[in-house]
């Protein structure tokens, strides 16, 4: 059994990117779902059971901090949410996790790094 993992992130390419670091982590996926910002990512939770959720901060339409937030205010149990940005200021930070982030990966990021992040939300 692996994960069932929800990337939410408007860059194409950097999804692939975490997807590829998430499989050179050796973390077993067994599913990915995809969204380009907050809004996408909120619709993709109502339709899909998701275990751990990777999420950029600067999106269109919804940015990651709201889509925690609206997460939070949406769902009693969510799966941890992991930020993953290259914005990575104390405040940044802070907010995330005031807003119910569990995690933060800084981009970029080594497949040693993902895996050291990762792993406690990994059972
Ligand atoms: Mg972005």
Redesign the pocket.
């Known amino acids: 059994m692996g994960h069932r993992v929800l990337i939410v992130?408007?860059?194409p390419t950097?999804r692939r990117i975490i997807m590829r670091g998430l499989n050179q982590a050796g973390i077993p996926v067994s599913e990915f779902t995809e969204a380009n910002d907050g809004l996408e990512g909120l619709a993709v939770l109502e339709k899909n059971q998701v275990d751990l959720i990777l999420s950029?901060?600067?999106?269109p339409n919804m940015n990651g901090l709201d889509f925690v937030k609206a997460i939070g205010e949406s769902h009693s149990a969510p799966p941890p949410i992991v930020m993953v940005?290259s914005e990575c200021s104390e405040d940044v930070m802070a907010e995330a996790m005031t807003r119910g982030a569990q995690g933060f990966l800084k981009k970029p990021f080594t497949a040693e790094k993902v895996m050291e992040v990762l792993k406690p939300f990994l059972d």
């Open positions: 992130d408007d860059s950097m950029d901060i600067n999106m940005s």
